[in-house]
């Protein structure tokens, strides 16, 4: 679109034309529909905003350096998605489904998926809600299902940029044996408060421990975590953390570059034997780590300034996988136009 300064776009919502919306009611799921409407009717009552019913995801199309769109592992968002319906006792749709109204969401919205060259992608979210009218706590026998997307730009405008991040024991993102493991919407209504602590002490983000013992890292504010040391990718075990599709894409990467990939329980002491170390996610593929300060021990340990090597091959590897300048050899791009 010639009135789109793309290079300006940040990580937010920008109205496009079309969005897919599937309904479950009378036990079974609608076909597809295809709607212009940014609102959703909804009764006052609905579990999802009294119950926390409410789950999404999120993946990018990218145009590519041949001029074609690509959707990025598509099918693994569409099965994370699936758990988290699962978990929330709602209705699950099928991969087919998910798939194919992210297809549908990018050809209908093709005026709007940034050109080639400006490092802005098109950002796909499916949400689901539990629509079911009600007072009682018990599963939502109704559901909707929504895809919408919006361009969005680079997430880090003139070169990818390390941060800094802060410890914090006072809150925890998720409960052992609790939903930090899906893509639940209380599981980041929870993370808020510490979120802006930390902002109000300079730092980008907060590392959560796990909430059992706070002994052992679990997450990057809403990113993954990985560490970089003796030729090895090592990032948290825990039935607490999110499966990163990005994180599981970096493993892989990891391997192909000859790293050992290991994933286990990380102790916070081990982060003075890093030599690298990042946050992975879909909005920026890799955030590396400068400098972590915990907050409780007044411990400070330090990465440089400049982003490290490894980490940096890795977002180039992944990144030239999305755009088309590297070949699929792992088939996780589905070529939509």
């Not at 009764?43 to 769109?69: I, Q």
């Not at 009682?136 to 559901?143: I, L, N, Q, R, T």
């Not at 000859?258 to 990380?266: A, D, F, S, T």
């Amino acid at each position: 679109m010639e009135n789109i300064d793309w290079g300006s776009l940040g990580f937010n919502y920008l109205k496009t034309d079309y969005n897919a919306r599937y309904i479950y009611t009378d036990g079974k799921w609608s076909e597809m529909q295809i709607s212009s409407d940014e609102y959703i009717n909804m009764h006052m009552s609905a579990s999802c905003l009294h119950y926390g019913t409410a789950l999404f995801e999120g993946l990018k199309a990218f145009r590519g350096v041949d001029g074609k769109v690509r959707l990025f592992r598509v099918e693994e968002n569409a099965k994370r998605l699936q758990s988290s319906a699962k978990r929330l006792c709602l209705p699950v749709p099928t991969i087919e489904m998910i798939v194919n109204a992210c297809i549908e969401v990018v050809k209908r919205n093709e005026r709007f998926i940034p050109p080639y060259g400006t490092g802005a992608s098109f950002y796909l979210r499916p949400v689901m809600f539990g629509t079911t009218a009600g007072l009682g706590v018990k599963p939502s026998k109704d559901a909707i299902l929504v895809v919408y997307g919006s361009p969005v730009g680079a997430y880090f405008k003139g070169g990818i940029k390390p941060m800094m991040v802060a410890i914090d024991r006072e809150q925890d993102r998720a409960a052992p044996r609790g939903t930090g493991d899906v893509k639940v919407g209380g599981n980041y209504a929870a993370s808020l408060m510490s979120g802006e602590k930390a902002h109000s002490l300079g730092y980008s983000s907060v590392m959560y421990l796990d909430s059992a013992e706070h002994k052992y890292i679990e997450e990057c504010g809403a990113c993954n975590f990985f560490g970089i040391k003796d030729g090895k990718y090592i990032t948290p075990k825990s039935s607490s953390v999110l499966p990163s599709i990005t994180n599981k894409s970096l493993r892989v990467l990891a391997k192909d570059m000859g790293l050992e990939v290991e994933e286990r329980r990380i102790p916070v002491e081990e982060l003075s034997t890093f030599e690298e170390c990042g946050g992975c996610g879909t909005a920026a593929v890799i955030s590396p780590i400068s400098k972590i300060y915990d907050i409780d021990t007044k411990e400070t340990y330090t990465y440089g300034e400049e982003v490290g090597k490894v980490s940096l091959e890795l977002y180039t590897r992944l990144q030239d996988i999305q755009y088309g300048r590297a070949e699929d050899t792992h088939n996780w791009c589905t070529i939509v136009m």
